[in-house]
């Protein structure tokens, strides 16, 4: 099946600082999704992309689907305390076989130290 | 609307027990599915449904049952509890396959078999 890595496994920043991440995977996907999960809840849907070379922003999330459509980055502006958490990437492979799915990356712990 | 909600919060088993958890869903949404999370893991999906009495397996479907009688209910069930099943498990649904629509996740399960 697909494997998906993504990175950093965890950041430890500074209150104000810029945050990137990024998921790379083994096939060829046609949706990046990028996910977050705050402690003790269910990951929330941030941004989706749909289009090889999409760049898409949701306030101070930036998030691009890339070139090759194998990998995806998400960034995140001015880091403020309420950004901690975890973050995901999934996607979709359609002719990847198997459970027709979403696959998820191991997530990016982001912890902001005051 | 509740949205995505999942009974219990909690569950202690013994090894060998059998238990159902519980997810519904108010949003009319036809395609739910089953994540477990683990540490390091990320989301892997149990099953998935994309509406009444239709489901599937996904990448880790072993030692899970689920049925699909209505829109609403999507219940998982454990079979013979082990302590490899030792996780967090999420409920989750859309209006169609979550690569094209948002995917809104219950609060989870946190299950320790003993």
């Known amino acids: 099946g697909q494997q998906l890595n993504q990175s950093p496994q965890s950041m430890f920043i500074q209150e104000g600082e810029d945050v990137s991440m990024n998921c790379t995977s083994s096939?060829?996907?046609?949706?990046w999704l990028w996910y977050k999960q705050d402690p003790g809840e269910g990951p929330v849907l941030l941004i989706a992309l749909y289009k090889a070379g999409e760049l898409t922003s949701n306030g101070r999330l930036t998030a691009q689907f890339g070139i090759t459509r194998k990998d995806s980055f998400l960034n995140i502006s001015a880091s403020i305390p309420s950004d901690v958490g975890i973050y995901f990437c999934a996607g979709h492979d359609p002719g990847g076989g198997g459970a027709d799915g979403l696959t998820f990356g191991k997530g990016t712990h982001l912890i902001i130290q005051p | 609307n509740a949205g995505v909600t999942q009974t219990p919060k909690f569950q202690v088993l013994k090894t060998g027990q059998s238990m159902t958890l519980q997810c519904a869903q108010d949003?009319?949404?036809?395609?739910m599915s089953w994540y477990r999370q683990d540490p390091g893991m990320g989301l892997r999906l149990i099953h998935y449904?994309?509406?009444?009495?239709?489901?599937d397996q996904g990448e880790v479907p072993n030692g899970y049952n689920v049925s699909r009688s209505t829109t609403e209910d999507f219940p998982l069930r454990l079979l013979s509890a082990a302590p490899s099943q030792t996780s967090v498990y999420f409920c989750?649904?859309?209006?169609?396959?979550?690569?094209?629509?948002?995917?809104?996740f219950g609060p989870g399960t946190r299950l320790t078999v003993l």
């Open positions: 989750a649904s859309s209006y169609g396959h979550p690569s094209y629509n948002e995917q809104f």
């Open positions: 449904s994309v509406g009444a009495g239709i489901t």
């Open positions: 949003m009319n949404h036809e395609y």
């Open positions: 096939s060829i996907f046609n949706t």
